[in-house]
């Protein structure tokens, strides 16, 4: 079981014994020419290549599908089809002149450059990755059969691409079964990470079961999960204390495991570092080490099932060859980072997306689209059906018209339209400007991009005075977005876009029938609280907001409200020096006595942004009603402004 991993996803990404990186030893070229015949069983633990078994993970049915594991392609002697595995999801199978690209648990596919739906998606079973067989055999070329006698499936004609090649990628496992290497790593004896600054001899007979967006930990195990390997780095600029190092190590402890041997070590490879040798109840033992260098804390630890700590000395040599150093001219050290020059890599399964983006940022995981950000600057891809006729242009002059619309001139900029490449395909891009307060202000791309049903549109924005930071983000996105179209053909249906498709000039009435009021506002607000018959009604659009409140209060009259309300905004205005009060009279609202107050607040803070707020108090037959609009001084173009002032004087009581 599972010991000290990052909990049950570790289990699910063993990787398949595809991504076993440093669980096999290259091995020698297959030296066998010409064609070659594959015979393999469903429920079957082997296949057979050329008269000779090996062993496999048996494959299954699925939806009526034979599913098989993928050394059935990458074994050299075999097929011996290349393997690239991205993000331990995206399978990438190059055989000849064939690519072939899949996601586990899609269907969505691409054989060579061309989408395609597979009948059932590739899974991961039981540790192994699995692919449909027909599509893959079929694009490879291979001829299949059927054996009457012993119902082997039989494929013939198959060509080791290996062997044409004049190099080999196959590895024992150490299970009896071959195993697929990746190019890259064929002859690497090391692993490291060159963005923390590590290094250590290749874990064989271990598989990489689990690694942080970040890079910051790494684990691996056995198949059997009898032993384990973690690398843990966390920022510690500042010298630690003994008792922090040790800290560390302990947080890395599970529920169950306790410290059996706790000291100092001086002199090691590392130099100085804190050693613990721990159990657990479920029959493990472990030896941690704490090592401080390079302004991080390095926590690396080793554990195997045992009945004794000593049993742990035999393999010491592997903490021992961990080093606080990464030679990048090393050709046999294979780099683990995820981060490259500052950047690392973000992904989205429902758009099938990838992006490089600062290593600060962050993915909101609760968003309904790919949003990524960090404290001073965001981007995200949404999408939406294509309307029939629509172009890229139409689109971006419809957005820039509301842009307009909703910024005040003093508080918007439109800076530049320019023709860029998106995913592959032509698009538009504009870049905007705005500020809430014309102090502080946003520059803001915005690329509209058209490709099948769908339309394409991508936000990045930052800061204007960290733009030097953000120079190259814009560039970057376009250079390093990736989006499968297919995927989301295949995830999504009908995708309005609310904001473009809303007619911003019809209207709608509302009536209360227990307040006995109505009112008419434009439909393309969006109503928080839109139940009439309660005392509160409120509705929001980009800039602003609109509402009645109405309550009883038959004890008092016109004249009591208008002083109260004197009162009031003297003493808010006496405790919030930003807050002015620009009207404060007695008129009408439709043939209605009321009390208007107009209030500017220039606070800008996080819990407020400067606006201009009208109220209208009604008191009428012991019913009192405040009909309000506010909108964001950055926000108040002649369109706000109209739209509110209209739905305000709205506000009407019918005589009984």
């Given at each position: 079981?599972?010991?000290?991993?990052?909990?049950?996803?570790?289990?699910?990404?063993?990787l398949?014994?595809?991504?076993?990186?440093?669980?096999?030893?290259?091995?020698s070229?297959?030296?066998?020419?010409?064609?070659?015949?594959?015979?393999?069983?469903?429920?079957s633990?082997?296949?057979?290549?050329?008269g000779?078994?090996?062993?496999i993970?048996?494959?299954?049915?699925?939806?009526?599908?034979?599913?098989?594991?993928?050394?059935v392609?990458?074994?050299?002697?075999?097929?011996?089809?290349?393997?690239?595995?991205?993000?331990?999801?995206?399978?990438k199978?190059?055989?000849?002149?064939?690519?072939?690209?899949?996601?586990?648990?899609?269907?969505?596919?691409?054989?060579?450059?061309?989408?395609?739906?597979?009948a059932?998606?590739?899974?991961?079973?039981?540790?192994?990755?699995?692919?449909?067989?027909?599509?893959?055999?079929?694009?490879?070329?291979?001829?299949?059969?059927?054996?009457?006698?012993?119902?082997?499936?039989?494929?013939?004609?198959?060509?080791?691409a290996?062997?044409?090649?004049?190099?080999?990628?196959?590895?024992?496992?150490?299970?009896?079964?071959?195993?697929?290497?990746?190019?890259?790593?064929?002859?690497?004896?090391?692993?490291?990470?060159?963005?923390?600054?590590?290094?250590?001899?290749?874990?064989?007979?271990?598989?990489?079961v689990?690694?942080?967006?970040d890079?910051?930990?790494?684990i691996?195990?056995?198949?059997?999960?009898?032993?384990?390997?973690?690398?843990?780095?966390?920022?510690?600029?500042?010298?630690?204390?003994t008792?922090?190092?040790?800290?560390?190590?302990?947080?890395?402890?599970?529920?169950?495991?306790?410290?059996?041997?706790?000291r100092?070590?001086?002199?090691?490879?590392t130099?100085?570092?804190?050693?613990?040798?721990?159990?657990?109840?479920?029959?493990?033992?472990?030896?941690?080490?704490a090592?401080?260098?390079?302004?991080?804390?390095?926590?690396?630890?080793?554990?195997?099932r045992?009945?004794?700590?000593?049993?742990?000395?035999?393999?010491?040599?592997?903490?021992?060859?961990?080093?606080?150093?990464?030679?990048?001219?090393?050709?046999?050290l294979?780099?683990?980072?995820?981060?490259?020059?500052?950047?690392?890599?973000?992904?989205?399964?429902?758009?099938?997306?990838?992006?490089?983006?600062?290593?600060?940022?962050?993915?909101?995981?609760?968003?309904?689209?790919?949003?990524?950000?960090?404290?001073?600057?965001?981007?995200?891809?949404?999408?939406?059906?294509?309307?029939a006729g629509?172009?890229?242009?139409?689109?971006?002059?419809?957005?820039?018209?509301?842009?307009?619309?909703?910024?005040?001139?003093?508080?918007?900029?439109?800076?530049?339209?320019?023709?860029?490449?998106?995913?592959?395909?032509?698009?538009?891009?504009?870049?905007?400007?705005?500020?809430?307060?014309?102090?502080?202000?946003?520059?803001?791309y915005?690329?509209?991009a058209?490709?099948?049903?769908?339309?394409?549109?991508?936000?990045?924005?930052?800061?204007d005075?960290?733009?030097?930071?953000?120079?190259?983000?814009?560039?970057?996105?376009l250079?390093?977005?990736e989006?499968?179209?297919?995927?989301?053909?295949?995830?999504?249906?009908?995708?309005?876009?609310?904001?473009?498709?809303?007619?911003?000039?019809?209207?709608?009435?509302?009536?209360?029938?227990?307040?006995g009021?109505?009112?008419?506002?434009?439909?393309?607000?969006?109503?928080?609280?839109?139940?009439?018959?309660?005392?509160?009604?409120?509705?929001?659009f980009?800039?602003?907001?609109?509402?009645?409140?109405a309550?009883?209060?038959?004890?008092?009259?016109?004249?009591?409200?208008?002083?109260?309300?004197?009162q009031?905004y003297?003493?808010?205005?006496?405790?919030?020096?930003?807050?002015t009060?620009?009207?404060?009279s007695?008129?009408?609202?439709?043939?209605?006595?009321?009390?208007?107050?107009?209030?500017?607040?220039?606070?800008?803070?996080?819990?407020?942004?400067?606006?201009?707020?009208?109220?209208?108090?009604?008191?009428?037959n012991?019913?009192v009603?405040?009909?309000?609009?506010?909108?964001?001084?950055?926000?108040?173009?002649?369109?706000?402004?109209?739209s509110?002032?209209?739905?305000?004087?709205?506000?009407?009581?019918p005589?009984?």
């Amino acid at each position: 079981m599972i010991s000290r991993s990052i909990g049950t996803k570790a289990l699910a990404l063993l990787l398949s014994l595809i991504m076993f990186i440093g669980y096999a030893l290259p091995a020698s070229a297959a030296t066998a020419t010409g064609t070659k015949e594959i015979r393999l069983k469903v429920g079957s633990a082997q296949m057979i290549i050329n008269g000779e078994a090996i062993k496999i993970q048996a494959p299954f049915l699925s939806a009526n599908n034979v599913m098989v594991p993928l050394s059935v392609f990458t074994n050299a002697k075999g097929f011996g089809a290349k393997l690239q595995l991205t993000n331990n999801k995206v399978i990438k199978l190059t055989y000849l002149k064939h690519v072939i690209t899949m996601t586990t648990g899609n269907k969505s596919a691409t054989i060579d450059g061309k989408n395609t739906t597979l009948a059932v998606a590739p899974a991961n079973k039981n540790g192994v990755l699995t692919v449909p067989l027909v599509p893959v055999a079929k694009t490879f070329g291979a001829k299949q059969s059927t054996d009457a006698k012993t119902k082997e499936i039989v494929l013939s004609g198959v060509v080791s691409a290996t062997a044409a090649a004049g190099t080999g990628n196959t590895g024992n496992a150490g299970n009896g079964g071959s195993v697929s290497i990746i190019d890259s790593d064929f002859g690497k004896s090391k692993i490291g990470d060159s963005y923390y600054g590590w290094t250590m001899s290749y874990p064989t007979g271990l598989l990489m079961v689990d690694q942080s967006d970040d890079g910051d930990y790494i684990i691996f195990q056995d198949i059997k999960k009898d032993y384990e390997l973690g690398v843990f780095v966390e920022e510690a600029q500042n010298d630690l204390t003994t008792a922090e190092k040790r800290t560390s190590i302990y947080g890395h402890f599970t529920k169950t495991e306790k410290a059996v041997d706790i000291r100092t070590v001086a002199g090691g490879p590392t130099g100085t570092y804190e050693k613990i040798v721990s159990k657990n109840n479920e029959g493990y033992f472990f030896e941690s080490r704490a090592i401080q260098a390079n302004g991080f804390l390095y926590v690396v630890y080793f554990g195997k099932r045992a009945t004794s700590a000593t049993e742990l000395n035999r393999y010491s040599q592997v903490l021992d060859s961990f080093k606080t150093s990464f030679d990048r001219s090393d050709r046999s050290l294979k780099d683990f980072t995820q981060i490259i020059d500052g950047y690392k890599t973000f992904s989205n399964d429902d758009y099938g997306l990838a992006v490089k983006l600062p290593k600060e940022w962050s993915i909101d995981d609760k968003s309904a689209y790919p949003y990524f950000y960090t404290s001073d600057a965001y981007m995200y891809v949404d999408i939406s059906s294509k309307k029939a006729g629509d172009t890229t242009d139409a689109w971006l002059k419809r957005k820039q018209a509301r842009f307009e619309q909703s910024f005040a001139p003093e508080y918007r900029k439109v800076l530049e339209q320019k023709d860029v490449v998106w995913n592959g395909v032509p698009a538009k891009a504009l870049k905007i400007s705005y500020s809430f307060d014309t102090e502080t202000w946003w520059e803001e791309y915005e690329v509209f991009a058209i490709q099948g049903e769908y339309r394409y549109y991508t936000e990045i924005a930052y800061l204007d005075s960290h733009k030097s930071t953000y120079a190259n983000l814009f560039d970057t996105v376009l250079r390093t977005l990736e989006v499968n179209t297919g995927t989301v053909e295949k995830n999504f249906g009908l995708i309005l876009d609310d904001a473009d498709e809303a007619d911003r000039v019809a209207t709608v009435s509302k009536k209360s029938n227990k307040y006995g009021y109505s009112v008419m506002f434009p439909q393309y607000w969006t109503g928080s609280k839109k139940n009439f018959e309660e005392e509160s009604i409120e509705y929001d659009f980009d800039g602003g907001g609109f509402g009645v409140d109405a309550w009883k209060d038959p004890e008092s009259s016109f004249s009591d409200l208008s002083s109260y309300l004197d009162q009031f905004y003297r003493d808010q205005t006496a405790k919030n020096s930003k807050m002015t009060v620009i009207e404060n009279s007695v008129t009408t609202l439709n043939g209605l006595q009321a009390k208007k107050v107009v209030v500017e607040d220039k606070t800008n803070d996080d819990k407020s942004t400067p606006n201009r707020m009208t109220m209208y108090y009604v008191y009428n037959n012991g019913q009192v009603y405040t009909v309000w609009g506010l909108y964001y001084l950055a926000r108040g173009t002649d369109f706000v402004k109209k739209s509110l002032e209209s739905a305000i004087n709205s506000f009407t009581i019918p005589a009984r």
